[in-house]
C-alpha cells in the first residue's frame, strides 16, 4: 500500500510569515499533485508536478518536487489570511491503479490577521 | 459550464434507509470517483469507475452501492445508512489521461441519525 505521508498536520502562523508543507513517501510517484481546500468546499488543484527536481511558482507559492519523485514540498511566502484552508498532497501512478491517486492525510493551514 | 456538480448538499437520513447521492460532470471525463472526507481519516476512496458501466471498489465500499450507466453520472447509493456513513462526501472526475488530475465537486454532507 501506497503512503503519502504529511507534515505538519496544523499549522497556526501570524499574517506576513512564511511557512513549509511537507509530502513524503517512500514510493516513487509519475505525479504530484497540490490541492487546497476552503471549509464547505471541495479540494481545488493547484499544481501538478511531474519532472523530478521540478520547481513551480503559483504568485507565493512554491512546489518541489523531489528528484527521486518520492516526495514534495508546498512553500508559502509572507503568508495571507486568504491562504488558510486544508492543503493536500496527491501522488499519481507509480503501482496505484490507474488513474486513481493517493492522497496524504492533508495539513490544515490558519493565518492570523 | 456547470463542470462537476453534487445533490443534494445537505442530506439528513435516519438509520436504516436508502439514500443516494448524485454527481453529474460536464466534461465527458472517462474516469469518476467517490470519496468520503472524516476527520483524521482524510479522503478515503469509495469506489471509482473508468467508464460507463465500469466500476470498482476503491479502500472503504462496504455498504456502498454505485453504477454508471452514462458517462455524465455517477450515483453513490447507502443501501441501509448507518451512523458510521455520517460523513461528507466528494465527487470527483477525470480525464484519465496524462497526470490523474482529478476536478472535485463541492461535496454532499449527509448525517444519519
Known amino acids: 500500500t501506497q503512503l503519502l505521508e504529511q507534515s505538519p498536520q496544523f499549522l497556526s502562523i501570524q499574517e506576513g510569515e512564511n511557512l513549509t508543507v511537507y509530502c513524503n513517501s517512500s514510493s516513487v510517484f509519475s505525479s504530484l499533485q497540490w490541492y487546497r481546500q476552503e471549509p464547505g468546499e471541495g479540494p481545488v488543484l493547484l499544481v501538478t508536478?511531474?519532472?523530478?527536481?521540478e520547481v513551480k511558482k503559483l504568485k507565493r507559492l512554491t512546489f518541489q518536487f523531489g528528484d527521486a519523485r518520492k516526495d514534495s514540498s508546498l512553500h508559502i511566502t509572507a503568508a495571507q489570511p486568504g491562504d488558510t484552508g486544508l492543503y493536500l498532497c496527491?501522488?499519481?501512478?507509480?503501482?496505484?491503479?490507474?488513474?486513481?491517486?493517493?492522497f496524504g492525510q492533508g495539513t490544515i493551514l490558519t493565518v492570523h490577521p | 459550464d456547470a463542470g462537476i456538480t453534487q445533490s443534494p448538499r445537505y442530506k439528513i437520513t435516519e438509520t436504516g434507509r436508502q439514500v443516494t447521492l448524485m454527481c453529474h460532470q460536464t466534461?465527458?471525463?472517462?474516469?469518476m470517483f467517490w470519496y468520503r472526507q472524516d476527520l483524521g481519516h482524510g479522503l478515503r476512496l469509495i469506489y471509482y469507475?473508468?467508464?460507463?458501466?465500469?466500476?470498482d471498489k476503491g479502500e472503504v465500499p462496504d455498504g456502498y452501492v454505485v453504477s454508471r450507466s452514462k458517462t455524465e453520472n455517477f450515483p453513490l447509493t447507502l443501501e441501509s445508512a448507518t451512523r458510521s456513513q455520517t460523513s461528507v462526501y466528494f465527487c470527483a472526475s477525470s480525464e484519465g489521461r496524462g497526470w490523474y488530475e482529478q476536478y472535485f465537486g463541492p461535496g454532499t454532507r449527509l448525517t444519519v441519525t
Open positions: 496527491a501522488g499519481g501512478g507509480g503501482g496505484t491503479s490507474y488513474g486513481k491517486l493517493t
Open positions: 466534461w465527458s471525463h472517462s474516469y
Open positions: 508536478v511531474v519532472t523530478g527536481g
Open positions: 469507475s473508468a467508464a460507463a458501466d465500469i466500476t
